[in-house]
């Protein structure tokens, strides 16, 4: 997301899985997810979907599109020519095809609302679409921790005006949750042991309390605070 082209193809995946492992939707995504439109970020962030090329280019995570075929060629005429890459992109620009977003974009906008994790839990139990049906199954499954963590990261990123305060922020988030049981617990059950079957603790969102999350959000010592690299 830091670089200025950013080209998507019909193999390209995005995805941000770590309320799946007990984590949080770190490199940067407390900047970036809340600032991708509508309510489109928050819902990476909550259920970890993975989406494709065209929904890439939907969302401006991708600013080009180029079929796959045409990379190896993309690349060796960028590097013969480094200062016309602009001219070389629009050469290679391809259809990126009907983005699977649009078949639940307004479903999307109108369920990821919530002022909590708990109202969003609430919105999406009373809504009768078979979408939202199927985010909130999702949803059951992920780190009950993770999930308020990343909501609160996102909501903080998106009042923050300076990137470096958000990678502080993400380095005190990481520096807790990585001592934790839900990421140790997540790492076992996706990676090591690959049950897919995590016991998470606490196991419900309601009983991931405020002053858990303060602790994990608040400040580090300052000898032991990210700062950016001089």
Known sequence: MPAHLR?????T???MPETGIGLLPDVGGGWYLPRLPGKAGLWLALT???????????LG??????EFGAVEGLKKAIV??????????????????????????????????????????EFLTLDSSDWGKAQLEVMKTKSPQTLKVAFEQLKRGAAMEDFADN?????????????KHDFIEGVRAVIVDKDNAPRWSPAQVEDVTDAALAEIFAPLPAEEEWTPLT
């Open 61 to 66: 995570i991708a600013t080009h599109f180029v």
């Open 48 to 58: 970890g979907a993975r989406i494709k090329g065209a929904d890439c280019m939907r």
């Open 80 to 121: 013969a020519d480094p200062r016309r890459i602009d001219e070389t992109l629009r050469k290679y620009r391809a259809d990126a095809g009907k983005a699977s977003l649009l078949g639940f974009e307004q479903d999307l906008n109108r369920l990821f609302v919530g002022e909590s994790v708990e109202e969003i839990f």
């Open 13 to 15: 995946t995005f995805a």
């Open 167 to 179: 990678m502080a922020m993400e380095y005190r988030i990481g520096s807790r949750v990585v001592m």
């Open 7 to 11: 080209i998507a193809t019909e193999r």
